[in-house]
């Protein structure tokens, strides 16, 4: 179904003053924005209006309970066009989201044509640097003006585009983490939603202060498996063997994590899904046959890890093992991203121009 979306274009575009040379992570917004309202019953008021402050009652009830819930997604220019990646993908993890939060589930409707519109609009600033591109937040937040728990009866939805560069320069040192965790059985650790990264920067902060990067979570009833990172999924290369951790209601199903295995699968490499315990990263890795570990997410895309810190010693796995798994992934998945390298499943969806000016 067509909504009506109302279109509300900045007079004032600041367009002019973005250098896509030196853009970084998540500074620099885009002009405009996509909002949505949820009245209880409907969303409605569906529209494009200048990137701007939103006014919050201090009494808004996601601020106090939580009920927040987000997307991390990208649009890429190539060949003079712009082009989102498995954009059904966010949609369809976002309404989990909002299920396990006891939020409204958004209409794919109305995800796809705010989202479309919205990224046709701000074309421009999708940058066509090396290594860049236009990173999108949708999200979702409680909007009542009520003290007290219980499910908001109003949302709000917004999505909001940033043009970005890597968010992770250099592979990363992680700490094994073994007493604090990110998620329980029949907790949120599957759902996007803010309080999980709230509650991870305690531990992240300690591991950051002991010369790492990032905790590697572990499980948390026994910390002997791997979980993710908290912004990636894990992976190992073990002899010949490529090892991620299965999903579980305790980790994020990355949407580049799915892209990984099925680009692996069509190089030729099985991927095994299963539990991965740190005793045998630790074996594997004095035996010789820990090769290479890489994480994988949407802001980070791919990255390689140095290795790992745990029990007060760092298994160095860059130093005897290679990158050239993860090296070659990284090519094909940046190729079908940059229309270099063929869409083998289909992945890439080009928004139309109907209301944006040429890139
Ligand atoms: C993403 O990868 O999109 C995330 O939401 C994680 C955050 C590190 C930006």
Redesign the pocket.
């Known amino acids: 179904m067509a909504h009506k979306i109302n279109i509300y274009k900045t007079q004032n575009s600041r367009l002019a003053e973005f250098d896509p040379h030196n853009i970084g992570f998540?500074k620099i917004f885009t002009d405009h924005m996509f909002v949505a309202d949820y009245d209880g019953k409907n969303w409605t008021d569906l529209r494009i209006e200048p990137y701007s402050q939103i006014q919050l009652s201090p009494a808004t009830s996601a601020l106090h309970y939580g009920q927040a819930i987000?997307e991390?997604?990208k649009a890429f220019s190539a060949s003079g066009e712009v082009w989102l990646f498995r954009p059904k993908e966010n949609w369809k993890r976002l309404n989990t989201s909002a299920k396990r939060m006891v939020m409204p589930e958004l209409p794919e409707d109305i995800f796809m044509q705010g989202l479309t519109a919205l990224v046709d609009i701000d074309r421009q600033w999708v940058p066509g640097t090396d290594g860049s591109s236009l990173?999108i937040r949708p999200f979702m937040f409680a909007t009542d003006e009520h003290v007290g728990v219980r499910p908001s009866e109003k949302y709000k939805f917004i999505i909001f585009c940033c043009p970005v560069g890597p968010?992770y320069n250099n592979p990363l040192r992680v700490k094994v983490e073994e007493h604090y965790s990110r998620s329980a059985p029949g907790g949120t650790g599957f759902a996007?939603c803010s309080g999980n990264y709230g509650g991870s920067l305690f531990a992240t902060k300690k591991a950051q202060e002991e010369g790492f990067d990032q905790v590697l979570w572990t499980d948390p009833v026994t910390h002997e498996f791997v979980e993710e990172t908290g912004?990636?999924n894990f992976f190992a290369v073990i002899g010949k063997n490529i090892v991620t951790p299965d999903l579980s209601e305790n980790l994020l199903a990355g949407i580049t994590r799915d892209s990984a295995i099925k680009l692996l699968n069509h190089m030729g490499y099985e991927v095994e899904e299963r539990p991965l315990s740190i005793l045998e990263l630790k074996k594997e890795f004095h035996n010789g046959n820990l090769k290479e570990l890489f994480i994988t997410?949407?802001?980070?895309t791919l990255i390689n890890l140095v290795g790992f810190g745990h029990n007060h010693h760092f298994f160095d796995v860059m130093a005897q093992g290679d990158t050239s798994i993860s090296s070659s992934l990284k090519s094909l998945l940046d190729g079908i991203r940059y229309g270099q390298s063929e869409d083998v499943f289909g992945w890439m969806q080009k928004v139309e121009q109907e209301l944006g000016e040429p890139a």
């Open positions: 998540g987000f991390g997604m990173y968010y996007k912004t990636t997410g949407t802001a980070a």
